[in-house]
Protein backbone atom coordinates (compact mmCIF):
# COMPACT_ATOMS: atom_id res chain seq x y z
CA UNK A 1 0.00 0.00 0.00
CA UNK A 2 1.12 3.48 -1.02
CA UNK A 3 1.27 6.53 1.43
CA UNK A 4 0.86 8.97 -1.64
CA UNK A 5 -1.20 8.64 -4.66
CA UNK A 6 -1.64 10.62 -8.29
CA UNK A 7 -4.32 11.87 -10.05
CA UNK A 8 -5.07 8.87 -11.83
CA UNK A 9 -5.03 6.88 -8.59
CA UNK A 10 -7.31 8.89 -6.96
CA UNK A 11 -9.38 9.04 -10.15
CA UNK A 12 -9.52 5.21 -10.27
CA UNK A 13 -10.00 4.82 -6.28
CA UNK A 14 -13.34 7.22 -6.25
CA UNK A 15 -15.94 6.79 -8.49
CA UNK A 16 -17.49 10.12 -8.74
CA UNK A 17 -13.99 12.12 -8.88
CA UNK A 18 -12.81 13.12 -12.49
CA UNK A 19 -9.69 15.88 -12.89
CA UNK A 20 -11.58 18.40 -13.62
CA UNK A 21 -13.28 18.01 -9.74
CA UNK A 22 -9.40 17.41 -8.96
CA UNK A 23 -9.03 21.30 -10.61
CA UNK A 24 -12.05 22.50 -9.14
CA UNK A 25 -11.19 21.37 -5.69
CA UNK A 26 -7.28 21.98 -5.26
CA UNK A 27 -8.74 25.82 -7.15
CA UNK A 28 -11.54 26.13 -4.41
CA UNK A 29 -8.47 24.96 -1.83
CA UNK A 30 -10.51 22.53 -0.26
CA UNK A 31 -8.37 20.28 -0.86
CA UNK A 32 -4.22 20.58 -0.55
CA UNK A 33 -2.42 17.83 -2.17
CA UNK A 34 1.70 17.81 -2.83
CA UNK A 35 3.16 18.67 -6.50
CA UNK A 36 5.62 16.76 -8.05
CA UNK A 37 7.44 16.94 -11.21
CA UNK A 38 4.31 14.67 -12.66
CA UNK A 39 1.46 16.57 -11.11
CA UNK A 40 -0.36 16.39 -7.85
CA UNK A 41 0.33 13.19 -4.94
CA UNK A 42 -2.73 12.99 -2.83
CA UNK A 43 -2.42 11.27 0.76
CA UNK A 44 -4.96 9.05 2.15
CA UNK A 45 -6.66 11.53 3.73
CA UNK A 46 -7.21 14.05 0.87
CA UNK A 47 -8.50 11.12 -0.99
CA UNK A 48 -11.43 10.35 2.10
CA UNK A 49 -11.64 14.50 1.38
CA UNK A 50 -12.12 14.18 -2.28
CA UNK A 51 -14.98 11.22 -1.71
CA UNK A 52 -16.76 13.59 0.77
CA UNK A 53 -16.69 16.31 -1.52
CA UNK A 54 -17.81 13.96 -4.72
CA UNK A 55 -20.82 13.21 -2.36
CA UNK A 56 -21.54 16.66 -1.21
CA UNK A 57 -21.46 17.74 -4.48
CA UNK A 58 -23.73 15.04 -5.96
CA UNK A 59 -26.49 14.15 -3.39
CA UNK A 60 -26.79 18.04 -2.12
CA UNK A 61 -25.91 19.89 -4.99
CA UNK A 62 -23.24 22.22 -3.41
CA UNK A 63 -21.61 24.69 -6.04
CA UNK A 64 -17.87 25.07 -5.24
CA UNK A 65 -17.91 27.91 -3.21
CA UNK A 66 -20.29 26.68 -0.84
CA UNK A 67 -18.02 23.79 -0.47
CA UNK A 68 -15.07 25.80 0.99
CA UNK A 69 -17.37 27.08 3.31
CA UNK A 70 -18.93 23.61 4.03
CA UNK A 71 -15.47 21.60 4.39
CA UNK A 72 -14.43 24.16 6.71
CA UNK A 73 -17.20 23.44 9.39
CA UNK A 74 -16.84 20.04 8.97
CA UNK A 75 -13.03 20.78 9.61
CA UNK A 76 -14.30 22.55 13.16
CA UNK A 77 -16.13 20.30 14.17
CA UNK A 78 -13.36 17.58 14.10
CA UNK A 79 -11.36 19.52 15.84
CA UNK A 80 -13.90 20.32 18.59
CA UNK A 81 -14.43 17.04 18.90
CA UNK A 82 -10.49 16.09 19.67
CA UNK A 83 -10.41 19.09 22.15
CA UNK A 84 -13.80 17.19 23.91
CA UNK A 85 -12.35 13.98 24.14
CA UNK A 86 -9.09 15.10 25.44
CA UNK A 87 -11.57 17.49 28.44
CA UNK A 88 -13.13 13.89 28.50
CA UNK A 89 -10.06 11.91 29.27
CA UNK A 90 -8.81 15.06 31.29
CA UNK A 91 -12.01 14.96 33.85
CA UNK A 92 -11.71 10.99 33.74
CA UNK A 93 -8.57 11.59 35.95
CA UNK A 94 -9.99 13.48 38.26
CA UNK A 95 -11.09 12.70 41.96
CA UNK A 96 -14.91 11.38 42.04
CA UNK A 97 -15.60 14.52 43.62
CA UNK A 98 -14.60 16.95 41.02
CA UNK A 99 -16.08 14.93 38.47
CA UNK A 100 -19.26 15.00 41.18
CA UNK A 101 -19.10 18.69 40.83
CA UNK A 102 -18.44 18.68 37.17
CA UNK A 103 -21.29 16.56 35.98
CA UNK A 104 -23.63 18.62 38.85
CA UNK A 105 -22.45 21.98 36.97
CA UNK A 106 -22.98 20.18 33.27
CA UNK A 107 -26.89 19.47 34.29
CA UNK A 108 -27.44 22.83 35.49
CA UNK A 109 -26.04 23.99 32.48
CA UNK A 110 -28.18 22.12 30.23
CA UNK A 111 -31.38 23.46 32.31
CA UNK A 112 -31.08 26.51 32.14
Known amino acids: MTDRYTEDQAVAAIARLTRTRITAFVEAEVVTPERSETGYMFRQIDLARMELLCELCEEF????????????????????????????????????????????????????
Do not use: C, K, T
Request: hydrophobic content about 55%.
Open 61 to 112: GLADDALGVVIGLIDQMHGLRGELRAVLAAIENEPAEVRARIAFALRAARNS
